[in-house]
């Protein structure tokens, strides 16, 4: 069936009602953990106790979670439903599982549901909750579409995956903005997000090529691509273990540079197949990735966020 054809069965389709399990798997959970975790740690580097606000704790983990990062699944469904057609043509929306036009519904009820519990955080809870929300949309909809971009939009996805969520759970966890190590942390994890985001993008290279999507693996071809990837990846991380040693956490800096170290491997086994295998290191060298964020989190911890 031609890309034409399917959008028109995905306009007019046969049913009208979507089945519940394309509605589970057009919100992705399997993307959910990033922004979780990145909350969790948020929560951990504030240095407050979880058990002095766990509903705090449970209702950002849903917000950050299944509810703004499941509606951002949904926006960006909805608004590359041309390019899945090519990619992808399983996907709920061009397979028909979801029809008509309730891809797009789903991502707008989502959106108001995300702006509801962003309320119930408080105002830098629900500042960050307009920002993630505003982010998704323009990451994905015309005419702002970032995500055409391969700087600016695995830049935007990586300071909304990694380094939002942190910063939020740190400041609803404080009742008050993060202290500027909290902040610096959160930041250079989110800008060696970036290169997660260029390597996600492998996986569209056939039709983002076909559609005008500027990714760095249309921009520089995937070997390319996959340095630049593997490079932005790691040199924030050497700066995370510099500024933990110069804050007299030398453990904490050690663990991490180990990690570092174990991506390094890593890294050079994806530079030998870049296409194939950029599934391969984000099942295995985004781990330690993130597990080093936790280890920084704590060290945060320790110096009172």
Same mark, same amino acid.
């Given at each position: 069936?031609?890309? #034409?054809?399917?959008?028109?069965?995905?306009?007019?389709?046969?049913?009208? /009602?979507?089945?519940?399990?394309?509605?589970?798997?057009?919100?992705?959970?399997?993307?959910? $953990?990033?922004?979780? /975790?990145?909350?969790? &740690?948020?929560?951990?580097?504030?240095?407050?106790?979880?058990?002095?606000?766990?509903?705090?704790?449970?209702?950002?983990?849903?917000?950050?979670?299944?509810?703004? &990062?499941?509606?951002?699944?949904?926006?960006?469904?909805?608004?590359?439903?041309?390019?899945?057609?090519?990619?992808?043509?399983?996907?709920?929306?061009?397979?028909?599982? +979801? !029809?008509?036009?309730?891809?797009?519904? +789903?991502?707008?009820?989502?959106?108001?549901?995300?702006? *509801?519990?962003?309320?119930?955080?408080?105002?830098?809870?629900?500042?960050? #909750?307009? $920002?993630?929300?505003?982010?998704?949309?323009?990451?994905?909809?015309?005419?702002?579409?970032?995500?055409?971009?391969?700087?600016?939009?695995?830049?935007?996805?990586?300071? &909304?995956?990694?380094?939002?969520?942190?910063?939020?759970?740190?400041?609803?966890?404080?009742?008050?903005? !993060? *202290?500027?190590?909290?902040?610096?942390?959160?930041?250079?994890?989110?800008?060696?997000?970036?290169?997660?985001? #260029?390597?996600?993008?492998?996986?569209?290279?056939?039709?983002?090529?076909? #559609?005008?999507?500027?990714?760095?693996?249309?921009?520089?071809?995937?070997?390319?691509?996959?340095? +630049?990837? &593997?490079?932005?990846?790691?040199?924030?991380?050497?700066?995370?273990?510099?500024?933990?040693?110069?804050?007299?956490?030398?453990?904490?800096?050690?663990?991490?540079? *180990?990690?570092?170290?174990?991506?390094? /491997? *890593?890294?050079?086994?994806?530079?030998?197949?870049?296409?194939?295998?950029?599934?391969?290191?984000?099942?295995?060298?985004?781990?330690?990735?993130?597990?080093?964020?936790?280890?920084?989190?704590?060290?945060?911890?320790?110096?009172?966020?």
């Amino acid at each position: 069936m031609s890309v #034409t054809e399917k959008l028109h069965t995905e306009l007019h389709p046969a049913q009208t /009602w979507p089945q519940p399990r394309a509605l589970l798997t057009l919100i992705k959970p399997i993307t959910w $953990f990033p922004p979780i /975790w990145a909350y969790l &740690c948020g929560v951990v580097s504030s240095g407050v106790p979880v058990g002095q606000a766990p509903v705090l704790v449970i209702l950002g983990v849903i917000l950050a979670g299944p509810v703004v &990062c499941g509606m951002s699944q949904a926006a960006n469904d909805w608004c590359d439903r041309h390019v899945d057609a090519i990619n992808e043509p399983h996907r709920p929306i061009p397979s028909g599982a +979801v !029809p008509g036009r309730w891809g797009l519904w +789903v991502a707008l009820a989502m959106t108001g549901l995300a702006l *509801a519990l962003g309320w119930q955080l408080g105002p830098w809870g629900f500042g960050a #909750t307009v $920002f993630g929300v505003i982010a998704a949309w323009a990451y994905s909809a015309e005419p702002v579409r970032l995500k055409r971009s391969g700087v600016w939009g695995p830049g935007l996805v990586g300071l &909304c995956y990694e380094g939002l969520p942190w910063f939020t759970g740190a400041a609803v966890l404080s009742a008050g903005a !993060p *202290a500027w190590p909290v902040v610096i942390l959160a930041l250079l994890y989110a800008l060696g997000a970036h290169g997660i985001m #260029t390597l996600n993008d492998f996986k569209a290279l056939k039709g983002d090529l076909q #559609t005008g999507v500027r990714s760095l693996p249309v921009a520089l071809g995937p070997e390319k691509a996959a340095r +630049v990837a &593997c490079i932005v990846m790691a040199v924030p991380q050497v700066l995370v273990v510099a500024l933990l040693a110069y804050w007299d956490r030398p453990w904490h800096a050690l663990a991490i540079a *180990a990690l570092l170290g174990a991506q390094g /491997w *890593a890294m050079r086994r994806l530079l030998t197949d870049p296409k194939g295998r950029a599934p391969w290191y984000n099942a295995t060298g985004v781990m330690f990735y993130v597990s080093g964020m936790m280890i920084a989190a704590f060290a945060l911890r320790g110096m009172g966020g």
